[in-house]
Every structure is written in structure tokens, then in C-alpha cells.
């Protein structure tokens, strides 16, 4: 069983100058298709289940098919990683169910609307980090509210997201702060705000600098060049999938995505973890989509369900090789997380 958790998958990516997709998933063919695309890249994987997912197929079958997935490569090293965590008693729940890394996103409050204080940031995160690291389990904070810098709105996700406008300083993580914050907390990794923003309406152009913070990488990780980099929102919203959808009745409007050499340039500033969920929701409804359309007579959902796992497939693979993550699996000696404890000691 090769599950690892994020703290040694990231410091090895650190060390090697590499990114590495961290891909939602909420049911078998997400998790397949991700774990096929690792096996012929030779990619080590971070599946991440947000509290959506975890609604949607329930923490059991979450964990029996991840399971399961580990089962089935066992020469590929699997991060289970909870996303966007509202409270310290979620991750400790996560913990609990053998996840080996959490994120405790403090920037709202627990209803996951409300931007919460700095001072309440630091508190909960530093109780998981207490928490998380007892046990080996790595964590990621947040510090600045993931939003779009065009509209100052953060955009709701499965139930995530700051309501309201924002203002920039709220959109865009201070450098300093950020020194700070890890400092007092001990996270293992970071997650920013740069103007990137969940789901399929991100920019309403192709981002230039004034809307998607790439220069605020390097300065973020200037003050803290031990702590990993996650960037949030990271779909790439191929416009490819996005004209099949549209070709087969789908009614979605004029939106760009993170274009993948942006986050390649994150990535040589300190960038580890890379958010992707939207780009397999839209591979996989396009896919489904086609599939019916031209086969109107087809019953078996099985049909849509193998078209859809292929196309997430090709993102993931696609991703796995842009960050620089394909042939890194073999490179990678499992530690298990009773070793990363004394670490943290
Ligand atoms: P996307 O919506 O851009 O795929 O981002 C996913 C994400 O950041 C999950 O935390």
C-alpha cells in the first residue's frame, strides 16, 4: 500500500522542481481515470475530496475506492487529501478516516461563506497542525480569500466560497503575513490568493497580469521557501471541451481558465500542489454529452461512462506531464506516516 502523505510527496517535488495536480474526485471513473493516467506516466497522485464529494458518494465508499485504487497500483504513491476543510472537527474526521493530509481553510469561517479574522485563521489552523502532525497527517492552510480580481466576487463551489464583494487586499495574500501566519501555525502548505477563483467562470479574458497574480508567487515565496505553494481554481477550462459541450446542446458562456503555462511559471516560483476539478467535470460532460447525442438510441450508461473516463484521462495525463510530475513515481520510497511524525518533533 503506497499511501503517502502531502508533506513528503511536496518536499520531494521541491526538491526535484516539479508541481503535482491535485485532482477532485467523487466517483469511480474520476478515481480511475486519474490512476490510469498515473500508471502510464509514472505519476504519483493527490486525490482530494472536498466536503461535496463527500456528500455526494458518502466518506465509505470515498475511502473503499481510493482503497481500491491503491490496491490496484500498488508501485504509485496516493495522497488522500481533504479539501477545504470549514473546521478543525472535520479534519479531525478526515484524520480519523485515513486520510493522510488535510486542509484547514481558516480564511472563512465555518459556514464557508464568511471571510474569517487573521486571528481566527491562525488559531484553527495551528489546533489541526497540533492535531494533524501528532499522527504523521500533513496540512495545507489558506491564508486571502480565493476571488476574482475582475469582479472582487469569489464564486460558491460545493458550498465553499466567500460571499459578497471582496476587496484586494483580501483577494491577494500578503507576502509578510504569510511569514507570519506559517510561522504560527507550522502548515506544511499554503494555499494563496493570486485572483484564481473555483469553477468554470474564472476570467471573462484570457488573464493577463492585472487579474491572475502570478509576480505574487515569487514574492510569497521569498518570505517562506519551506512551505509549499498551492494554488487553488487551477483549471485550465479548455476551450476544446467547452465547443463539444456547446457542439452537443450545453449552454455554457464565453470563460477562460488558468492557461497551463501560467501555472508552469507558478510552479518554478515555489508552486507544489495545483487544484484541478472543473477541467474533468467538463472533459467528462462533454464527453457524456457526445456520446448520447450521437448514439440516441444507447441505454447503457456504461457507453458515457467509458467516454467520459477517457477524456479525463487525456487532462490528466496531459496535466501529470505539463508539471513535470510524469517519472517521478518510481523516485519516491514511501514513508509511512508513523516516520513523519518524529519530524515534526
Ligand atoms: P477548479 O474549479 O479550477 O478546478 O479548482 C478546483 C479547486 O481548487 C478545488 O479546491
Not at 490496491?71 to 478543525?88: C, F, K, R, T, W
Not at 476570467?203 to 517562506?224: K, V
Request: contains cysteine.
Amino acid at each position: 500500500m503506497a499511501f503517502i502523505s502531502l508533506r513528503q510527496l511536496l518536499d520531494h517535488a521541491a526538491e526535484h522542481g516539479y508541481g503535482v495536480p491535485a485532482f477532485n474526485v467523487n466517483n469511480l471513473e474520476q478515481i480511475q481515470a486519474i490512476m490510469q493516467a498515473a500508471e502510464i506516466t509514472r505519476s504519483p497522485v493527490i486525490l482530494q475530496a472536498s466536503a461535496g464529494a463527500r456528500k455526494y458518494a458518502g466518506e465509505a465508499y470515498l475511502r473503499h475506492m481510493v482503497l481500491a485504487a491503491v490496491e490496484s497500483h500498488p508501485d504509485i504513491p496516493v495522497v488522500l487529501h481533504q479539501d477545504h476543510g470549514a473546521s478543525p472537527a472535520v479534519c479531525q474526521q478526515s484524520i480519523r478516516s485515513g486520510f493522510t493530509s488535510v486542509m484547514m481553510d481558516g480564511s472563512l469561517k465555518e459556514d464557508a461563506k464568511t471571510p474569517a479574522s487573521y486571528d481566527y485563521n491562525v488559531e484553527v489552523t495551528r489546533r489541526v497542525c497540533e492535531m494533524a502532525h501528532a499522527v504523521g497527517v500533513s496540512v495545507e492552510g489558506e491564508l486571502g480569500c480565493l476571488g476574482s480580481l475582475e469582479t472582487g466576487e469569489a464564486g460558491e463551489e460545493d458550498g465553499v466560497g466567500a460571499a459578497g464583494k471582496l476587496s484586494h487586499d483580501l483577494l491577494l495574500t500578503d507576502p509578510v503575513q504569510a511569514k507570519d501566519f506559517v510561522a504560527a501555525t507550522q502548515v506544511d502548505a499554503l494555499a494563496i490568493a493570486i485572483g484564481t477563483s473555483h469553477g468554470a467562470y474564472k476570467f471573462s479574458r484570457q488573464p493577463t497580469g492585472d487579474i491572475l497574480a502570478i509576480e505574487r508567487i515569487a514574492a510569497i515565496h521569498a518570505q517562506i521557501p519551506g512551505t509549499h505553494l498551492v494554488m487553488h481554481g487551477s483549471s485550465s477550462v479548455p476551450q476544446e471541451w467547452l465547443a463539444i459541450i456547446r457542439q452537443y446542446g450545453g449552454d455554457i458562456k464565453q470563460t477562460f481558465g488558468v492557461p497551463v503555462e501560467e501555472i508552469q511559471r507558478g510552479i518554478k516560483s515555489g508552486v507544489r500542489k495545483i487544484n484541478i476539478d472543473t477541467d474533468i467535470r467538463l472533459a467528462m460532460t462533454g464527453a457524456m454529452r457526445k456520446t448520447f447525442a450521437e448514439q440516441p438510441g444507447e441505454f447503457d450508461p456504461r457507453k458515457a461512462l467509458i467516454a467520459a473516463r477517457q477524456a479525463a484521462q487525456g487532462i490528466c495525463q496531459a496535466r501529470f506531464e505539463a508539471f513535470g510530475c510524469a517519472g517521478q513515481a518510481e523516485r519516491i520510497k514511501p514513508i509511512a506516516l508513523e516516520a513523519m511524525v518524529r519530524r515534526y518533533r
